[in-house]
């Protein structure tokens, strides 16, 4: 017989009533709308799991929350040649059992990341190989010069190879052999919190790790996660205290969580832009009254679509005034961002936008079919409905395709679109280069998966692999500058904004938000209530 | 007898089969797993890649003959959401939902049929028609509204019942159970009363018409002519007549509170079946939804038998024919 217990709540106060005897020791329960989907750091590739599992496990190195490297299991590293890095590894460290951490642990996990089952290899493609120097230096070598490497590098999360061995845990879970895993539901990091337990979609406890290396920023001893699928329900939940904070809060309750004087809502820009793409290849537009051609294939039609959208009024009447209107399709946070290019191509203006259809053929505009997810982006529905109105004003009548991310999401993959939302955080690198090879590089096998209007220009994508292994930071500035620029005046997609992160908890608490959206625990400091 | 019994097996083993073929049909409609699984960074070969592995390139009448071969031999796969066994996560969940329900049909029956029994007997008192007003309320508002309005009120205003989860739970054996502890009963009470609202107020309509209307026939007459007493007449002779019709509806309600908790467990994050079966559809995860429809489909035949089962017991006359 177990009992699970969560008597948080109870359990401060009664700490308080006792006076001392559990003094500093801080609970805290937070939400999100959904649970991490694993705990094995290599057996799923999902954000939020990614995330998740951050606070278990750790890498060689890690990003804090302004998303700058800082070092973890690596104390320092240099670089030997221009495809090999020379890391030496922390000592001293002990996973979650007691073992130690040394080189022989990270050539595993690599190894482990490349098993079938695993669906992090694709985030560490550049990798060519993990070698042992010796107990604590290994050697990184890259397919080609990667200037991005340390970025990359995060998503490698050390597991502990003796107890991996002893769990049959060699292998990340493979869904296509049906297997689970050991690792699926338990878990043995250096991280700066160990797992206790785990009920999925009910409650996952963490305690801090004593024996952790760093010095810990955070001043909690127990964290529980409760995900609740229901926005209303966390809300009510935030408000009654039964939860100590939440992740994605729907915008429309912001004003409501702000009203109640114990609360806080800490807002901020996040990293993935919404942008608006177009069909751009197929000889006769999909889902539109125009026969015989596709009028996206004209420039002057996508600057007109630009010149419709009001990004302001977008802001102003959808998003609540929660959102950063975007210059391109790069959010000035990420790694190498032209943040001089981050201002509107054009203004808004339905004239200039009406001048431009006649000049391309379309005086009186055309009809057109509009694939929006409804489950995926932030207001991601309202935003179609009302870009839907702007381009009424201009002659563009939209026929709104509204379905939710498994449908849409397989219509982006299948190129089965004309006028389509879509969005990107450049994670999980937090660099530009990931962005621009997913969405606007020519789709092929390996680039281009968010590329379902097919834009295509040669010029841009010549630039790709000179950005990718660019090591001087001056000279791959001006390269991606120059990227950016071919691509934005072709209007490869018309960039809305930067949506909200959108966090909120009892007040005192500090969670170090990030424009990734991601909660580092070892950053949290509950203040006593 | 027995006949009897094995025609209904056979007719639950059709009523499967088409079940677990439309389903698949359906799984057309709900779209794709892959992207949720592969993240939105993944190459086309990547995500190409997975979904061969899944085998989702395939036919479709070739998956389903492959899950039916697999279910057959009770392997329902691993779960693409939380990659572990579908058996077991469904396992895992059942208990939440069972006890829910369980709860919930009792507060039904236990407080709709004698509610409706005291409507039918006194039909023209103050009382009766009160509930009469009440009821209307309960079978209109749908379920999420009771929800968040009794979270508003018990959770935000009160504070006194928690807005979400099962509380504290203790395991016997495989069942994990809510009602050894005081917060497994806190978290309960607000669910159960959401679910069990609707069919509470359709029980003591069914109870009070059924019960109305066998107080107007003729052995009812004839037992008052005899000279029984009142109780007896109202309790053995005329409720044991209308309860043919109620364990029917019964049986088919437990059913579809069963299945169809979906609602009350998304608004209050209950972690059972229906809880399970949404962020299944949301994700893609046809295993789960696959072993779900049919584990409801089994559920709903055997439900039906049993209830053939107690009329037998309920009216001699069915037991004289044979």
């Known amino acids: 017989m177990k009992i699970s217990t969560s008597f948080k709540r109870g359990a401060i106060g009664l700490a308080l009533g006792l006076a001392m005897t559990a003094a500093g020791a801080n609970t805290f329960t937070w939400s999100s709308n959904l649970d991490a989907l694993s705990m094995d750091p290599h057996s799923t590739n999902n954000s939020f799991t990614n995330a998740f599992v951050s606070n278990i496990y750790e890498s060689l190195v890690r990003f804090n929350d302004k998303l700058q490297i800082e070092p973890a299991l690596a104390t320092s590293w240099k670089v030997v040649s221009p495809t090999v890095w020379r890391f030496t590894l922390r000592q001293g460290v002990k996973f979650h059992n007691g073992e130690s951490f040394d080189a022989d642990d990270v050539v595993f996990s690599w190894q482990r990341v490349n098993t079938p089952g695993s669906l992090v290899k694709g985030n560490l493609s550049d990798l060519k190989e993990v070698r042992k120097v010796d107990a604590f230096t290994v050697d990184v070598e890259t397919n080609s010069p990667l200037p991005t490497l340390t970025n990359e590098l995060v998503q490698l999360l050390v597991m502990d190879k003796g107890w991996s061995e002893q769990n049959r845990a060699t292998e990340a879970s493979d869904l296509g052999r049906q297997k689970e895993n050991f690792a699926n539901r338990n878990a043995n990091g250096t991280g700066p919190f160990k797992l206790i337990s785990r009920e999925v979609d009910t409650r996952t406890v963490l305690a801090v790790n004593p024996g952790w290396w760093d010095k810990p920023k955070h001043n909690l001893t127990q964290v529980m996660f409760t995900p609740i699928k229901s926005d209303a329900t966390r809300t009510s939940s935030l408000i009654s205290g039964g939860i100590d904070a939440a992740i994605n809060v729907p915008l429309q309750d912001v004003q409501r969580l702000k009203s109640v004087p114990t609360l806080e809502v800490v807002q901020g820009p996040e990293l993935r832009t919404i942008f608006m793409g177009m069909d751009q290849s197929r000889d006769e537009l999909l889902y539109s009254d125009v026969k015989g051609k596709n009028p996206f294939k004209d420039v002057r039609v996508r600057k007109a679509v630009y010149q419709a959208i009001d990004v302001e009024a977008l802001k102003r009447s959808v998003m609540r005034g929660a959102s950063w209107p975007a210059g391109n399709l790069l959010s000035p946070s990420l790694n190498g961002s032209p943040v001089s290019l981050n201002k509107r191509l054009l203004p808004y203006s339905p004239e200039a936008a009406k001048a431009l259809l006649a000049e391309a053929g379309y005086p009186s505009g055309f009809t057109v079919g509009m694939q929006c997810p409804n489950d995926r982006y932030v207001y991601d529905e309202a935003l179609c409905l009302a870009m839907s109105s702007m381009l009424a004003k201009v002659g563009i009548k939209t026929n709104l395709m509204i379905e939710p991310t498994a449908k849409w999401s397989v219509r982006l993959n299948s190129n089965d679109v004309s006028f389509y939302m879509v969005g990107h955080a450049g994670l999980p690198m937090a660099d530009v280069y990931g962005l621009l090879k997913d969405v606007v590089a020519t789709r092929t096998g390996k680039e281009g998966s968010l590329n379902a209007g097919k834009y295509s220009n040669p010029k841009f994508d010549a630039y790709l692999p000179q950005i990718a292994s660019e090591i001087d930071p001056a000279k791959r500035a001006r390269l991606i500058e120059e990227a950016v620029a071919i691509e934005r005046a072709d209007v490869s997609h018309i960039p809305l904004h930067q949506q909200p992160v959108t966090w909120a908890s009892r007040k005192g608490i500090a969670m170090a938000q990030a424009p990734d959206n991601q909660l580092r625990l070892w950053l949290v400091n509950v203040a006593p209530r | 007898m027995l006949r009897f019994l094995l025609g209904r097996l056979a ?134 509204v009771t929800g968040i ?139 789960v939804i696959a072993a779900y429809l049919l584990l409801i489909a089994l559920l709903f035949v055997l439900i039906n038998m049993v209830v053939d089962l107690l009329y037998f017991a309920v009216d001699p006359r069915l037991r004289a024919q044979r």
Do not use: C
């Open chain 2, 11 to 144: 007719n639950g083993a059709i009523v499967m089969v088409l079940v677990s073929m439309l389903s698949f049909a359906l799984f057309n409609f709900i779209g794709d797993p892959v992207s949720n699984l592969v993240g939105e960074n993944a190459t086309v070969n990547e995500r190409e890649a997975m979904r061969q592995s899944l085998g989702l390139d395939q036919p479709l009448p070739l998956q389903y003959l492959k899950f039916v071969g697999r279910a057959v031999q009770g392997e329902f796969g691993v779960s693409y959401r939380n990659i572990e066994p579908v058996s077991r996560v469904i396992a895992s969940r059942l208990p939440a939902t069972l006890e829910l329900s369980l709860i919930a049909a009792l507060l039904a029956l236990g407080v709709g049929i004698p509610m409706g029994v005291y409507a039918g007997l006194h039909p023209r008192s103050l009382l009766t028609r009160s509930l009469q007003v009440i009821s209307l309320v309960g079978i209109s508002v749908p379920s999420f």
């Open chain 2, 149 to 287: 309005m009794l979270i508003l009120l018990f959770s935000i205003y009160l504070n006194w019942l928690p807005s979400f989860g099962r509380g504290e739970t203790v395991m016997l054996g495989v069942w994990s159970t809510g009602f050894l502890t005081v917060t497994g009963w806190k978290s309960l009470l607000m669910p159960a009363v959401t679910l069990a609202l609707f069919q509470l107020t359709l029980f003591m309509r069914l109870t009070r018409t059924q019960m109305m209307e066998v107080l107007r026939s003729e052995y009812i007459k004839f037992a008052r002519a005899r000279g029984l007493r009142e109780r007896s007449i109202n309790y053995r002779h005329a409720l044991r007549n209308t309860l043919i019709p109620i364990i029917t509806v019964a049986g088919l309600q437990l059913g579809s509170m069963i299945a169809f908790s979906i609602i009350t467990e998304t608004v209050f994050q209950w972690p059972g079946l229906g809880l399970l079966i949404i962020q299944a559809i949301n994700f893609g995860d046809v295993p």
